[in-house]
T-cell receptor, first 113, second 113 residues
């Protein structure tokens, strides 16, 4: 049973437009959420995170929104750039130190110029 | 220059052979993790270790073994018992805080012929 779900395997966006990647989770114990970006044949790199006590976190072009009641988070990229084309993984963490992250299956974002 | 190294980048082995994947970090992180990525799948946890000389099975530990004799090193052995060993293997490390932000290595692509 998947605890973290990314229901859209892929998303295509034009350069300059907004990209919205979605993630749903089922475990109400998760208290910290992260987004990772991954290029083919490379390791994921950390992008942005949000604590469950917040509903929004912004870092440059990237904003993550958290809706705890809906168990839903989203990553907004504005404006989208061709270099943003990658696989984006949503991950969640339970409040126990040292436990592994739970990852979604990823969404492949393609930004066309 | 701190980081996580995985070697080699590409590895080929014959069916029935055991193979060990290397993971070294100089970030002084206590916790280390091994994930496997298959096409269309998220990152699935194989093993993790919160401290030297201790490790726990993840979701897909069957056919794998690990050791954690040093803080910096967390090698993964893919044994002949692993039914589908061909995959992209990712090592990560973290400070075992409640946030569990993990840093990933570049990955090893294992192909079993």
């Amino acid at each position: 049973d998947q605890q973290v779900k990314q229901n859209s395997p892929s998303l295509s966006v034009q350069e300059g437009r907004i990209s919205i990647l979605n993630c749903d989770y089922t475990n109400s114990m998760f208290d910290y959420f992260l987004w990772y970006k991954k290029y083919p044949a490379e390791g994921p790199t950390f992008l942005i995170s949000i604590s469950s006590i917040k509903d929004k976190n912004e870092d440059g072009r990237f904003t993550v929104f958290l809706n705890k009641s809906a168990k839903h988070l989203s990553l907004h990229i504005v404006p989208s750039q061709p270099g943003d084309s990658a696989v984006y993984f949503c991950a969640a963490s339970a409040p126990q130190a040292g436990t592994a992250l739970i990852f979604g299956k990823g969404t492949t974002l393609s930004v066309s110029s | 220059d701190g980081g996580i190294t995985q070697s080699p980048k590409y590895l080929f082995r014959k069916e029935g052979q055991n193979v060990t994947l290397s993971c070294e970090q100089n970030l002084n992180h206590d916790a280390m993790y091994w994930y496997r990525q298959d096409p269309g799948q998220g990152l699935r946890l194989i093993y993790y270790s919160q401290i030297v000389n201790d490790f726990q099975k993840g979701d897909i530990a069957e056919g794998y073994s690990v050791s954690r004799e040093k803080k910096e090193s967390f090698p993964l052995t893919v044994t002949s018992a692993q039914k589908n060993p061909t995959a992209f293997y990712l090592c990560a490390s973290s400070i075992p805080s409640s946030y569990n932000e993990q840093f990933f290595g570049p990955g090893t692509r294992l192909t079993v012929l």
